[in-house]
């Protein structure tokens, strides 16, 4: 570290500019006054994305519901036409015309650590911690053997408490 | 343990403080407005909640987390940020006292500096924070804050080394 002890000794020299009175001001009129909120810029936009994934999390399933309810009709009209050629059931198909779940996979492609944060309402940090994943939802009629598959990126955001050092 | 909020004169504190928190709200703020804001906010929670003062890295981190939430506000995160990165590398208002060309110049070169590095100069240099400090607030190894304290350093060496 000597070898920067010249430049490191300049930049000390360096003075970063004064802040004015009227900053002074402004500070003292929001450290007096309680109905400035302490939360004045930070506004719930931080769970923005969050919503977003939900929004587009109850799109798909709705859908799904959509696409399922149409693929469940067309497998009953096919059920009835073809029932009588067709090998018997599996036992556990009861419900022959059911989309039954096969599958669900969350792939996490990015994780970022956003450091220490304040939350409204928490008394201390919390680091928080973002994951962007991607889910996929899969379906299956074991009587047509029609397959429903659904994808969405969804982003989660984790909020862990950091105790006092 | 000493406390903002018991702090006697709060003022004596804020202004002890307060040029090296604007110095480091500008590392994402083109505006010295913006710098202000950011700072006033986060001293007035930090002075609110009764954290006790020493715990610069708390307060620093509650700076950083105003400003990139600022910043992300109403547009895309990663849209948002490159442009205050880039616009905070060209910023118009002065943020050091500059008495002569050489401090003109390295504080330019200072400007030049990678994002991540300047952030690291800035909390080091004129906030005195420790690495363990930094890396607390940036969410880092304390390895992570010194290598990047280094390469600032050795950076602007090159710069301003004679010949």
Redesign the interface.
Known sequence: MNDFFEIEHELKKLRPARFSHEFLAQVEQAMADPEISGDKIIRLNRFGLHWIALGVGVAAAALFLVLAQVSTDRGAKQSESIAQNSPAPEPQSTSADQFIPTGATQVVYNTRDEGLHFTDGSEGPMRRLRYQTRETLQWRNAQTGESLRVSYPSEEIVLIPISGQ | MENVAAHED??DC??EL???L??FARQWVRS?ADA???V??A???F???NHAIK?R??LY??V???A???I???SR?ARREAEAISESEQVA??????VDE??FA??AA?DRLPHEQREV?VMK??NELTFAEIA????ISPNTAASRY?YA??A??KM?QPQ
Do not use: M, Y
């Open positions: 709060w003022k804020f202004s307060a040029p090296g604007l110095l010295r202000e804001d950011i006033q906010e001293f007035v929670r002075w609110r909640r715990n890295a708390l981190a509650t950083r987390s105003i990139l939430d600022l992300r506000r109403n995160r208002e002065p943020q050091f006292e500059l050489a401090q390295l504080a200072v100069l240099v004129w607390s607030a940036l969410g280094r350093l050795s602007l060496k301003f």
